[in-house]
């Protein structure tokens, strides 16, 4: 199984792509972490945040990759515990087809997005910058595996 983190945005800082890459890196095939950039739209001051949620859902919608499962990265998802994302990466490990993880751009994900997707992560009440999002995410991952493996790298409650 692999993991698509697709996610609006280039040109990350160099923090971000090392703090994204060292996580990624830890993963094993068996649960390889992969990102899909797509390009933000280019926009003026008077471009409405509809069509740029518009516009980049579509590209985000292309870069499903064909029989993935969807888990949309929302404000108004459900947040989970660690433990509870470590369920759900072992039920996706157990169901064997990829999963696509969509992050959208400052403006969010489209509804499309939203309706493809069968679930909805919260990572937090709180609103991080877009590209903190893909280093806490690819931590995360990498920390639920480690609790399925039983590593000692969670040391949760």
């Excluded at 926009?43 to 579509?58: F, N, Q």
């Excluded at 992560?121 to 280093?135: D, Y």
């Amino acid at each position: 199984m692999h993991i698509h983190l697709v996610s609006v945005g280039r040109r990350m800082p160099a923090w971000v792509e090392a703090g994204y890459a060292e996580y990624a890196k830890r993963l094993p095939p068996e649960c390889a972490l992969h990102l899909v950039e797509i390009d933000p739209l280019r926009r003026g001051k008077a471009t409405p945040p509809a069509l740029a949620r518009e516009d980049e859902g579509r590209r985000i919608l292309k870069a499903i990759p064909k029989g993935a499962g969807v888990a949309a990265l929302d404000v108004q998802g459900q947040c989970w515990s660690t433990e509870t994302l470590a369920r759900h990466l072992g039920d996706w490990l157990a169901d064997g087809h990829d999963r696509a993880l969509l992050i959208g751009g400052p403006d969010g994900l489209a509804p499309e997005c939203l309706a493809r997707a069968t679930q909805r992560w919260s990572l937090s009440a709180l609103t991080f910058p877009h590209p903190l999002v893909r280093v806490i995410v690819a931590e995360q991952i990498y920390r639920a595996w480690s609790l399925i493996q039983g590593h000692p790298y969670h040391r949760g409650r």
